[in-house]
């Protein structure tokens, strides 16, 4: 996720609105903010700006009373912070902007970035204004400060770094009694607190003016009624990207760029001029080129609307015919090959702005183009579409076997995944609507589509049996032709064209599932044997050293989890799994924090629904419903506890659900 930046600040009076785009600075839980807090004011309000049009981001803030001077280097907001108070004093807040418009990553400094800008300039023949560049950046690189991230204000002796430290542990607490372990969640003075907001020396209002105060943000001792207004502010995190800025693309970068007729299409800049850039939507024709400003909310990083897409032309239906060759399919499976050295190299996966190619914001070399546009649009097209020629389908399953290989190696990097391959894991996991044609149509010896190219190990070479992992050669013959041994997982009989397994109480069993493909089920089989189950759990473990994943991430694991007692008979054999599972995940959503509340309540809702299954293949002894009727007390708790306001009002309606349906077990 990209890090947003604070890069201005306005002040407005009693119900006035700050220009568009500002945002009102509230408390560190969404509370009202009033910078005038003694009796008989009139009400003031800061506001934030996080759009690149109002300048540079900020990195540094300070405050001055009536009229004192400025720090050196530091710009003033205009309009006064304590106008209408008691006392007649003035206050105004002033900032210093980081000397370039958008670093690549929050740990760049300005000084990488002047020193190429140095040396650009000096290859032009410019050497005096390439001389003012490199004291510039050895002034900026000096000082090395991060932006301004986030901003909140606090009263009085109010510390945002202890508060999130009682919230979490808070949640672990709650986690932990919904997990059975009898809430042994730690203190906050059995915590380390981590001081991750820093705060303004110096009260917003000078007639509620500090006059002593201790390192730990203790007692203040104040002159004049009210309490003391803090500005507490944290910076963008070390690791995380910045926001993406079309202001950092040049001619030929690729992005995702919104036509005329409102669809989001992949593009190319192709020439820039002034506040505007010309860009050409792949696929079509140059005269449907399109001039756009480059503030415009029409352009948004590349993958972010189109990721996996096939935006040339027109929108394809399912079930579409396809005359794709064998030989086309072996192409893409050599070039996916030949690029896994730099695949599976440390720290070139992982990095969510795209694979190689320079990891400048705009610049994509041949490897992000094939695993960000171009596999991903292929995969979806091979999952949506009749396929002409039944003899190609062996080497798309063969390709599937390889990516989903290449998924399961990549899913024990510690950095997040990239978004392209949670919807292409998503995709072949059968978690995507628009691709269910594949596996709806091939693989099943009832269906009309079956040819001999799916007899069982009729595969051309490369994978089927083993989970080697990625590029390792585990793979024996015949990877698009399904072996027996791959949707065998139990005792078969005869008439069983699929199977699944499921654990009851008396132990294994194998059932009849009406609807699965032997494709599906072998393609699972072989993620899951090259360790892809066992890494989606090691990443939502609550004690990982990354931290918790994101939601995002966590939907499509759930997805996945939620398949593998169905189709992986090993985990299906071990109780362990699935204790493992309910842990994991019901510690991940134990520590939702608001943000991810407001962000995307549906996705939570769909990890939940995910649990529920994984919890159906639980042994019975497990008390599945009251477990799941305990964490929806604890998330209907969290929402109505959360400081926005449709979370809160989702709360209540989750609340009211579960005490509709307590009275009605109740009088039955």
């Keep these: 996720m990209s890090t947003r930046c604070v890069t201005d600040f306005d002040v407005t009076y009693g119900s006035a609105l700050a220009p568009a785009g500002f945002h009102r600075t509230t408390t560190r839980v969404g509370g009202s903010a009033n910078l005038n807090t003694t009796a008989s004011s009139q009400q003031s309000f800061l506001w934030t700006h996080e759009g690149l049009s109002r300048g540079n981001p900020v990195v540094q803030v300070s405050v001055t009373y009536d009229d004192e001077p400025g720090p050196e280097g530091f710009e003033r907001v205009s309009r006064d912070l304590a106008k209408g108070g008691t006392s007649g004093r003035k206050a105004f807040l002033w900032l210093k902007r980081h000397a370039q418009q958008i670093p690549r990553t929050a740990s760049a400094t300005a000084l990488d970035q002047r020193r190429r800008s140095s040396n650009d300039t000096k290859e032009s023949g410019h050497e005096a204004a390439a001389a003012a560049a490199d004291a510039a950046a050895q002034e900026e690189g000096d000082s090395g400060v991060l932006p301004i991230g986030e901003v909140v204000v606090a009263f009085g002796s109010s510390d945002p770094n202890v508060e999130e430290a009682t919230e979490a542990a808070e949640q672990e607490r709650a986690a932990g009694a919904v997990d059975g372990a009898g809430g042994e969640g730690g203190s906050v003075e059995e915590r380390r607190v981590v001081r991750v907001w820093e705060r303004l020396d110096r009260s917003l209002n000078p007639s509620t003016a500090v006059a002593a105060e201790d390192d730990g943000g203790g007692q203040q001792q104040q002159q004049g009624g009210g309490s003391a207004v803090f500005l507490w502010f944290r910076r963008v995190s070390e690791e995380e990207p910045l926001s993406w800025s079309a202001h950092s693309l040049t001619v030929g970068d690729w992005l995702d760029a919104r036509d005329s007729d409102g669809t989001w299409c992949v593009a190319q800049v192709v020439r820039i001029e002034g506040e505007s850039m010309r860009v050409h939507f792949q696929g079509y024709h140059s005269r449907y080129d399109e001039d756009i400003r480059v503030e415009s909310l029409?352009?948004?990083?590349?993958?972010?609307?189109?990721?996996?897409?096939?935006?040339?032309?027109?929108?394809?239906?399912?079930?579409?015919?396809?005359?794709?060759?064998?030989?086309?399919?072996?192409?893409?499976?050599?070039?996916?090959?030949?690029?896994?050295?730099?695949?599976?190299?440390?720290?070139?996966?992982?990095?969510?702005?795209?694979?190689?190619?320079?990891?400048?914001?705009?610049?994509?070399?041949?490897?992000?183009?094939?695993?960000?546009?171009?596999?991903?649009?292929?995969?979806?097209?091979?999952?949506?579409?009749?396929?002409?020629?039944?003899?190609?389908?062996?080497?798309?399953?063969?390709?599937?076997?390889?990516?989903?290989?290449?998924?399961?190696?990549?899913?024990?990097?510690?950095?997040?995944?990239?978004?392209?391959?949670?919807?292409?894991?998503?995709?072949?996991?059968?978690?995507?609507?628009?691709?269910?044609?594949?596996?709806?149509?091939?693989?099943?010896?009832?269906?009309?589509?079956?040819?001999?190219?799916?007899?069982?190990?009729?595969?051309?070479?490369?994978?089927?049996?083993?989970?080697?992992?990625?590029?390792?050669?585990?793979?024996?013959?015949?990877?698009?032709?399904?072996?027996?041994?791959?949707?065998?997982?139990?005792?078969?009989?005869?008439?069983?064209?699929?199977?699944?397994?499921?654990?009851?109480?008396?132990?294994?069993?194998?059932?009849?599932?009406?609807?699965?493909?032997?494709?599906?089920?072998?393609?699972?089989?072989?993620?899951?044997?090259?360790?892809?189950?066992?890494?989606?759990?090691?990443?939502?473990?609550?004690s990982r050293a990354a931290g918790p994943v994101s939601i995002e991430e966590f939907t499509t694991y759930t997805g996945f989890l939620a398949v593998a007692p169905k189709c992986f008979a090993s985990f299906s054999k071990d109780n362990l799994y699935f204790e493992d599972v309910r842990r994991g995940v019901m510690a991940r959503l134990g520590r939702l924090s608001n943000d991810e509340l407001a962000a995307d309540e549906e996705a939570v809702m769909a990890i939940m629904s995910s649990l529920g299954v994984v919890m159906s293949a639980i042994d019975m002894k497990f008390n599945r419903t009251e477990n799941l009727e305990r964490f929806h007390v604890m998330f209907a708790i969290q929402l109505i506890r959360c400081p926005f306001l449709n979370p809160r009002i989702r709360g209540v309606t989750v609340l009211s659900d579960i005490i509709e349906v307590t009275i009605r077990n109740a009088t039955r």
């Design 298 to 542: 029409k352009l948004a990083k590349l993958g972010t609307h189109t990721s996996g897409r096939d935006t040339g032309q027109s929108t394809r239906r399912p079930g579409a015919p396809w005359g794709i060759t064998p030989n086309e399919v072996r192409d893409v499976i050599r070039r996916v090959k030949g690029l896994l050295p730099e695949v599976l190299r440390e720290g070139e996966v992982g990095s969510g702005d795209g694979y190689g190619g320079g990891g400048g914001q705009g610049q994509h070399g041949p490897e992000a183009r094939l695993w960000e546009m171009d596999l991903p649009a292929f995969i979806e097209r091979c999952l949506s579409s009749s396929i002409n020629d039944l003899q190609a389908l062996p080497f798309i399953n063969d390709l599937f076997k390889l990516v989903l290989e290449i998924i399961a190696v990549r899913l024990w990097k510690p950095a997040p995944m990239p978004r392209h391959l949670l919807q292409t894991m998503s995709r072949l996991g059968h978690g995507d609507r628009r691709c269910t044609w594949y596996y709806a149509s091939y693989g099943r010896s009832s269906g009309t589509h079956d040819g001999p190219a799916l007899s069982p190990g009729a595969g051309a070479g490369g994978g089927g049996g083993g989970g080697g992992g990625a590029g390792g050669g585990g793979s024996g013959g015949g990877t698009g032709g399904v072996s027996e041994e791959e949707f065998l997982f139990v005792e078969r009989k005869p008439e069983w064209d699929k199977v699944y397994v499921q654990q009851t109480r008396g132990g294994i069993r194998a059932g009849f599932q009406s609807d699965a493909s032997r494709l599906y089920v072998a393609n699972m089989n072989h993620f899951g044997r090259a360790g892809g189950y066992a890494a989606i759990l090691s990443r939502i473990d609550p």
